[in-house]
C-alpha cells in the first residue's frame, strides 16, 4: 500500500468494490473465468447456469477467495427460468444490477445443410432469445435507476462468418445488432451496450467442437499470435466493458482473437 493505492479518491478506473452483477454461463470456460474476475475486481456476483453443480463450484471458489456471490439456477431455453432467475436476482440485490454480462452460449458445428429445425431453435433460445428476454426483464429497472452496463458475448462468427457454423453465427450477428440498437435506445438514460466477440478459446466448448488433430493445428496456425485464447483473456475485455473506464463506449463490438479477425 502506498498513498496512491490507500486513499479512495484515487480509486483504479476498473475497480468494481461494492457492484452487483449477474453473469450467465458461469459454470465453464469464459464465465467462470469472468465471474473470477469481476469478483477480484471487488464485485458481488450473482451468477446463473444450468449446470448447478459446477455452477455452485465457481461461486464457492469465489467465496473461499474471499469475494462475495450467489448461484442462481438458470435455463435459458425456459422463459419461465429466466423470469424466475431475475425475479431472485433482483430479490437479493434489492433491485437491478450494475451490470448484466451474457456469457452463456451454445455452438453445434456441422455442414449447414446438414442442420434440423431442432438445432436452430435451440441455438436462437441460448444465443439470442434467452439473453433477450433476461435483459428486457431486468431493463425498466435500469433505465429508472439511469445506469447500467450491458455486456454480452458474441462471436467472431458473427462478424466475419464461419464454416460449419453458420447458423451459430446468425445468432451471434443477431446479438451484435441488437446490442447496438439497444445501445441507441437506453444511452440517454446513461447505460451502456457492449459486446465482445472472441476468437478460439480454450474452453469445453470450443475443444468439444474442434478437439486436437490437423484442423485444430491449422487454426492456430492462422493465428498471427499462433494460440488459443485462455478464458481469462476474454473476462478481461468483458470486465474492462463493465467498469468506468470504458463510460464513453457503447454500440461497439471487441474482438479478442490474436490477430485472427482485424476490423476496420
Ligand atoms: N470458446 C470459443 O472458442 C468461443 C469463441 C467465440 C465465442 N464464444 C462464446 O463464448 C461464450 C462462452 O463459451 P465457452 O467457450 O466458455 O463455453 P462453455 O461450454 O465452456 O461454457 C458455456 C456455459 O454456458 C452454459 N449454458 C449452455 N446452455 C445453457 C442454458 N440453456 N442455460 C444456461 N446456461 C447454459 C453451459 O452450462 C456452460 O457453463 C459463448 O457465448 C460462446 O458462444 C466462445
Redesign the pocket.
Known amino acids: 500500500m502506498n498513498d496512491i493505492t490507500n486513499n479512495t479518491s484515487w480509486r483504479h478506473v476498473t475497480d468494481l468494490t461494492g457492484k452487483t452483477v449477474v453473469i450467465?454461463?458461469c459454470?465453464?470456460?469464459?464465465?467462470r473465468a469472468t465471474a473470477m474476475q469481476f469478483a477480484s475486481a471487488g464485485a458481488i456476483v450473482y451468477g446463473?447456469?444450468?449446470?448447478e453443480a459446477?455452477g455452485q463450484a465457481t461461486i464457492s471458489a469465489i467465496r473461499e477467495a474471499g469475494g462475495q456471490g450467489d448461484f442462481i439456477k438458470?435455463?435459458?431455453?425456459s422463459g419461465a427460468s429466466i423470469d424466475a432467475f431475475v425475479d431472485t436476482a433482483v430479490g437479493k440485490i434489492g433491485g437491478a444490477p450494475d451490470i448484466i454480462a451474457n456469457?452463456?452460449?451454445?455452438?453445434r458445428v456441422m455442414p449447414f445443410v446438414e442442420n434440423t429445425p431442432d438445432v436452430w431453435e435451440l441455438l436462437a433460445q441460448?444465443?439470442y432469445i434467452?439473453p433477450v428476454r433476461m435483459i428486457h426483464r431486468f431493463l425498466p429497472l435500469m433505465l429508472e435507476r439511469r445506469s447500467g452496463k450491458i455486456v454480452t458475448?458474441a462471436?467472431?462468427?458473427g462478424r466475419v462468418g464461419s464454416m460449419g457454423e453458420t447458423f451459430y453465427a446468425g445468432t451471434?450477428g443477431a446479438i451484435i445488432a441488437f446490442t447496438k440498437s439497444l445501445a441507441r435506445e437506453t444511452a440517454r438514460a446513461g447505460l451502456t451496450c457492449n459486446c465482445v466477440a472472441?476468437?478460439?478459446?480454450d474452453?469445453?466448448?470450443?475443444n468439444g467442437t474442434i478437439p486436437e488433430g490437423k484442423l485444430r493445428d491449422a487454426l492456430i496456425k492462422a493465428i498471427p499470435l499462433k494460440r488459443l485464447a485462455q478464458?481469462v483473456e476474454i473476462a478481461h475485455t468483458i470486465v474492462y466493458l463493465a467498469t468506468p473506464a470504458t463510460d464513453f463506449m457503447t454500440g461497439q463490438v471487441i474482438s479478442v482473437s490474436g490477430g485472427l479477425t482485424m476490423h476496420g
Open positions: 450467465t454461463g459454470a465453464s470456460g469464459i464465465g446463473g447456469d444450468r449446470n459446477d438458470l435455463d435459458l431455453t456469457v452463456a452460449g451454445l455452438d441460448v444465443n434467452g458475448v462471436s467472431d462468427a451471434k472472441p476468437g478460439p478459446t474452453t469445453p466448448l470450443f478464458p
